[in-house]
């Protein structure tokens, strides 16, 4: 589970949204796609769209090594374009990628600063995330977690979304209203199946 980011309103962590992932060609010669879901409630029902994005990876030469990366990693940047996201209803899509407002401000980004490595099982991750134009320091806790697609990093968060300056979406005169509050689950390939 998610320690969470440090912001003033939450203690949990967040990671962004679905992300394609472009890994350095020394570490795994393909792409890995890593699974990501947003879910929230409303006053009507409980939501959870899918999305997908980009990570680029640059391979360290010495540093704490992390399953997958031997050698460590120097750097990690995750970009989620906000049109990348696709809720089961249209209507709900257009929704997010409005509140979010996506025209101004079309990329959540999450650029890694440091990692500490706990255990064998177990990191925490520390960076900085951007959603809405707004950046906060961001900490996580990642498990390392095998399986048939090899070695996944996962985890979940919680994010206040006034925290980074959106207003969760009201619709039909105040009938339907989003909670502040968001979760993200994360399942991010790290190593493939040898």
């Not at 929704?95 to 079309?106: C, D, G, I, K």
């Not at 070695?151 to 979304?161: P, Q």
Request: net charge negative; glycine share 8%.
């Amino acid at each position: 589970m998610m320690s969470g980011f440090e912001t003033s309103s939450i203690k949990s962590l967040i990671i962004v949204t679905g992300i394609g992932v472009l890994i350095h060609p020394t570490s795994f010669g393909q792409e890995l796609v890593p699974e990501f879901t947003i879910s929230g409630t409303s006053t009507v029902r409980g939501w959870t769209c899918p999305v997908r994005g980009k990570m680029d990876v640059t391979v360290s030469e010495a540093s704490i090594p992390v399953p997958g990366f031997p050698n460590g990693l120097e750097s990690v940047r995750l970009t989620v374009p906000v049109q990348a996201i696709d809720c089961p209803e249209a209507q709900m899509t257009e929704h997010l990628r409005e509140t979010m407002e996506e025209s101004s401000y079309p990329e959540i980004v999450y650029q890694l600063q440091s990692y500490r490595v706990i255990d064998e099982d177990h990191a925490v991750a520390s960076g900085i995330l951007e959603i809405h134009g707004i950046q906060k320091a961001a900490d996580f806790e990642v498990d390392f977690v095998q399986s048939n697609a090899g070695i996944l990093g996962r985890g979940e968060a919680s994010i206040n979304m006034t925290d980074f300056g959106i207003e969760p979406p009201s619709l039909w005169r105040g009938l339907l209203n989003v909670g502040e509050i968001v979760t993200v689950q994360f399942a991010v390939p790290l190593q493939s199946p040898n």
